[in-house]
């Protein structure tokens, strides 16, 4: 019996160890849910009463993942607006060394989205051209930096975590079955400037070890415009205008973040 237990001690030793370095998602995720209204789930209803502006939903891509799988824990801080300099500020706060996956959205509104919707909305083709242009000039130029120093800070407060970066959808079927609304023209270059702020965070987040997904396959024939659109067009509120609905994050942002863990 002596000699079983000494055999055992390095066994036991070696399991104690393991206890302590593994990383949180061996027992179960800790999952921390970052980024901007694309992640937040404006657009899809049924927010959390205590998510106020952010506007939080229980129909986020984050909530029906964490509701699918054994998560220890999960911490939805996405808002409605956030830029690169939020997440950075204010929301990586919420991740620790035993955070063991997170996910985010962000880039969209540091390149212009708003603005370019609505000078889309309101201009002639050239002025949604122009403005798309600008955005894009943005993207390639500026936001490589800013999405350089927000996934550092992610790495930095969660040192041990598997990190999904989620990309947007083209918002819309081109040429489509809309009968009214807005030319071919714009809707191509807004297609476009989603495009190249995918293109630009695909390129970041694999130079920093970190997983992309594109929902631009997902959200494929379910475009405005299509026959079956995920997203809303002009909406009331009309912050949720050019959100997905709840069928958009279930069909378009879950099936992309679980075609990635499983």
């Known amino acids: 019996m002596r000699v079983l237990r000494l055999a055992l001690l390095p066994v036991l030793a070696l399991t104690a160890m393991l206890a302590f370095t593994l990383p949180a998602s061996a ?6 849910a970052l980024g901007d209204s694309y992640s937040s789930g404006v657009g899809a209803g049924s927010y959390l009463s ?7 939903s229980q129909n986020a891509y ?100 598997r990190v999904i970066v989620l990309g947007y959808p083209r918002m819309y079927a081109v040429p489509g079955s809309c009968w009214a609304g807005l030319s071919d023209t714009k809707r191509s270059a807004i297609n476009s400037g989603a495009d190249t702020v995918d293109q630009v965070t695909a390129g970041r987040a694999s130079a920093h070890g970190f997983t992309f997904g594109d929902v631009r396959g997902t959200f494929g024939g379910h475009e405005l415009c299509s026959g079956s659109p995920w997203l809303h067009s002009w909406a009331w509120p009309v912050d949720e205008s050019y959100h997905p609905t709840a069928s958009g994050q279930n069909g378009g942002y879950y099936a992309e973040l679980r075609s990635i863990t499983g």
């Open 50 to 56: 205590d998510s106020g502006s952010c506007k939080r």
């Open 62 to 161: 984050a909530e029906l993942w964490a509701s699918s799988h054994s998560v220890n824990s999960l911490t939805f801080v996405a808002c409605s607006g956030a830029v690169t300099s939020d997440v950075i500020n204010s929301q990586v706060n919420s991740l620790s060394s035993s955070t063991s996956l997170v996910t985010i959205t962000i880039g969209g509104n540091d390149a212009g989205f708003a603005d370019v919707m609505e000078t889309c909305n309101l201009g002639s083709d050239q002025d949604c051209v122009d403005r798309v242009n600008q955005a894009k000039a943005f993207a390639t130029s500026e936001l490589p930096g800013r999405l350089d120093n927000t996934y550092n800070a992610i790495r930095q407060h969660a040192p041990y975590a």
């Open 27 to 32: 027992a179960g995720d800790n999952y921390v």
